[in-house]
């Protein structure tokens, strides 16, 4: 499995946009990059995913580098829900195989 | 919005007793999962499903777990004979694609305590 390298905290205000890093250096060409989050006492919730394009869902924006060795998820108004444990996954492609490897994410704490 | 249901939401139980937590995964999904998450500690994967059997299954699930899924909506995970360590919260999961391009739906957990 790819390793991944993430900040363990940070801060941002309410209503600031946030940038979440991710390096994944070791991900290979068919490993997709999947972003989870866990708020307090919940199970882990989906946020996004892609592969080499940036993409854009609902809650998140997600741009991938170049050569895909790092990625930024992108809240862009966070609010004081978006206070959770966010963390960058790689997956492979495996048919029927989502076997999420969990690391210890980054903390993001909302400050009112 | 369609979710994952876990029964029981905490269950306390004595050491080498017997215990199945429930999960009703969403209607139309074709895999299922369990995690656990050890107090502050990593989620970490024990066991995928598809097709009536166990697709992969990680170091942890050993003889002493089993799943099931016996009436075509339930997804059960038994732990014939409960340690001290498995106290945990135990997630359970679905996806309606492989391919690791599908999202997993996790459930908001069962916590066991294991006395």
């Known amino acids: 499995d790819a390793k991944t390298t993430q900040p363990n905290s940070m801060e941002s205000n309410e209503e600031e946009p946030v940038h979440l890093p991710c390096n994944h250096s070791?991900?290979?060409?068919?490993?997709?990059i999947h972003w989870y989050r866990q708020l307090p006492s919940q199970g882990p919730e989906y946020v996004i995913h892609?592969?080499?394009s940036n993409v854009n869902n609902r809650m998140a924006s997600l741009a991938i580098a170049e050569d895909r060795k790092s990625s930024t998820l992108i809240l862009h108004r966070a609010t004081l829900r978006d206070a959770a444990v966010y963390y960058c996954?790689?997956?492979?492609?495996?048919?029927?195989?989502?076997?999420?490897?969990f690391g210890t994410g980054t903390r993001l704490t909302i400050i009112p | 919005e369609p979710e994952v249901t876990q029964t029981p939401s905490h269950q306390v139980t004595q050491m080498g007793q017997e215990v199945i937590l429930r999960c009703v995964p969403i209607?139309?999904?074709?895999?299922f999962y369990w995690y656990r998450q050890i107090l502050g500690q990593k989620v970490e994967f024990l066991v995928s499903?598809?097709?009536?059997?166990?697709?992969?299954k990680s170091e942890i699930f050993d003889d002493q777990f089993s799943v099931e899924r016996p009436d075509g909506s339930n997804f059960t995970l038994k732990i014939r004979s409960t340690k001290l360590e498995d106290s945990a919260m135990y997630f359970c999961?679905?996806?309606?694609?492989?391919?690791?391009?599908?999202?997993?739906?996790f459930g908001e957990g069962s916590r066991l305590t294991v006395l």
């Open positions: 892609g592969l080499t």
């Open positions: 999961a679905s996806s309606r694609q492989g391919r690791g391009t599908g999202e997993l739906f």
């Open positions: 070791t991900i290979s060409g068919t490993d997709y």
């Open positions: 209607s139309n999904h074709l895999y």
């Open positions: 499903f598809y097709n009536n059997e166990i697709s992969e």
């Open positions: 996954i790689p997956l492979r492609g495996n048919f029927g195989n989502e076997k999420l490897t």
